[in-house]
């Protein structure tokens, strides 16, 4: 069974290190400021040459409160005035970069991302949604993946109604944890009712999928008190469940200095919550997808899986990897073909931007032949458990174990330890090893060792 997880912690100890998530390899950390709007013209007109389909990412940074643990480009603000400027310049943004594009690019693939998008009023988001059907191809049929982001403090019934009338059929639903005293900590206080009232209204309303984030390694938490958070989670029965290690680091973001890091779990009471969150989703007939992601057997992720065309980008796994990913507003990173470039984010300086008629790129990258060739090894290694050699090296014309030469010590260690077999054909990564394919796909990473790791978080 390819969900198959087996739980070693003298391996998870030695090999739990700080590294990249790969929602992109090269990774963000490698963007630099020598890519600009001019490379963004030249990837769409390439895209539009080649008809791709494309995926777009639209994201809105308000929140109406602070969420202490949160590392997201966000903007706190109760004033709902805030949006208006900048939604007139996110459509100038979305009229800029569609004129370069063609018509018959389907949009195959559509998430709304924040900060919290139902920040928007009605009218607001009424307003967006037929902005983007004018410039870009977005499908009629209800057959395209289109999910939002949602905050169920901050959507009724009418919301729900309202997002399923202009089209999303996915909803992701923010909890992170039920227990009373781990919400003060973190500030967001979130009912258990609140919630399931936006999933009943989503079920109603017949939304394909529904999402549930949760976050473990929270101040309060307990091993204890965070499997009843799991419990009645799995009696809300999410298609997907997204369970994320909290990394703390108040050096980079600022609301994360208002927990108090004495309430923090131990690395130990993070181990067991992990653990046991994987027992208990098991025992529910949960799938592990990989990194923090589970599903059911039926849904697309997990299928996608099982016939080894699951893929991952800026948006975590995805079956949607073969479309042009485009970044809409502050911060938003796109993926076009071999460019990844990504918008500024500074809020005033993303709307004096777009306010002189010119796109908000700020940095970007432009993959190598070596970038790609690794990018391809490690969206293998982390989608499927496993590398088939003979594949690589016909896509680039290389010979696997003579490339990668220098790595093979390595690769034989984590083969010793019981996280991969390998020999001369392939890696397969072991249950033992599933927990850690960050650590496995580290080995392939070129920029690691120039890095600095507390960048990043933890493997688990």
């Keep these: 069974m390819l969900d198959a997880i087996r739980w070693d912690t003298d391996l998870i100890r030695r090999y739990d290190l700080a590294g990249p998530r790969y929602t992109s390899y090269p990774t963000a950390v490698q963007f630099n400021s020598q890519v600009g709007t001019f490379d963004l013209f030249h990837a769409l007109r390439d895209s539009r040459k080649a008809l791709r389909p494309l995926s777009l990412y639209v994201h809105v940074p308000f929140c109406a409160n602070i969420c202490y643990y949160c590392a997201c480009n966000k903007v706190i603000t109760k004033d709902r005035g805030r949006a208006q400027p900048y939604l007139q310049r996110l459509e100038q943004e979305i009229q800029l970069i569609a004129c370069h594009l063609e018509p018959a690019q389907k949009v195959e693939q559509l998430h709304f991302g924040g900060g919290t998008p139902t920040f928007l009023s009605h009218d607001e988001l009424r307003q967006l949604m037929a902005h983007l059907r004018k410039h870009f191809n977005l499908l009629d049929d209800d057959s395209g993946d289109y999910g939002i982001e949602i905050d169920p403090r901050e959507a009724d019934w009418s919301t729900m109604g309202l997002l399923r009338e202009l089209g999303f059929n996915r909803v992701s639903i923010g909890l992170q944890d039920l227990d009373p005293a781990v919400q003060r900590a973190v500030n967001r206080l979130q009912s258990l009712e609140e919630t399931r009232a936006v999933i009943d209204a989503a079920r109603t309303l017949q939304f394909r999928s529904i999402n549930i984030d949760l976050i473990y390694g929270l101040p309060k938490q307990t091993p204890e008190n965070f499997a009843r958070t799991v419990e009645e989670v799995i009696s809300l029965q999410p298609d997907r469940l997204s369970v994320f290690n909290y990394a703390h680091l108040p050096e980079r973001f600022m609301p994360q200095r208002r927990i108090n890091s004495n309430e923090l779990p131990s690395p130990a009471q993070k181990l067991e919550m992990l653990q046991r969150t994987i027992e208990q989703l098991t025992a529910a007939g949960y799938r592990y997808i990989g990194m923090d992601h589970f599903a059911l057997p039926d849904d697309e992720l997990a299928i996608a899986q099982e016939e080894q065309t699951l893929q991952r980008n800026f948006q975590g796994y995805t079956t949607h990897g073969h479309c042009d990913l485009i970044g809409l507003g502050v911060s938003a990173i796109s993926q076009i073909g071999d460019l990844y470039c990504q918008n500024s984010s500074d809020l005033n300086q993303y709307q004096n931007t777009l306010a002189a008629a010119q796109l908000a790129t700020s940095r970007g990258l432009v993959c190598n032949a070596d970038d790609r060739l690794?990018?391809?090894?490690?969206?293998?290694?982390?989608?499927?458990?496993?590398?088939?050699?003979?594949?690589?090296?016909?896509?680039?014309?290389?010979?696997?174990?003579?490339?990668?030469?220098?790595?093979?010590?390595?690769?034989?260690?984590?083969?010793?330890?019981?996280?991969?077999?390998?020999?001369?054909?392939?890696?397969?990564?072991?249950?033992?090893?599933?927990?850690?394919?960050?650590?496995?796909?580290?080995?392939?990473?070129?920029?690691?060792?120039?890095?600095?790791?507390?960048?990043?978080s933890r493997v688990i």
């Design 374 to 456: 690794r990018r391809a090894v490690i969206q293998q290694l982390i989608c499927n458990f496993s590398l088939e050699f003979a594949a690589i090296e016909q896509a680039f014309n290389i010979d696997f174990q003579g490339y990668f030469g220098a790595l093979w010590p390595q690769l034989q260690g984590m083969a010793n330890d019981g996280l991969i077999t390998l020999d001369r054909e392939r890696i397969e990564v072991l249950p033992a090893g599933r927990l850690l394919v960050r650590s496995v796909c580290m080995v392939f990473d070129a920029y690691l060792e120039q890095q600095n790791r507390q960048r990043f």
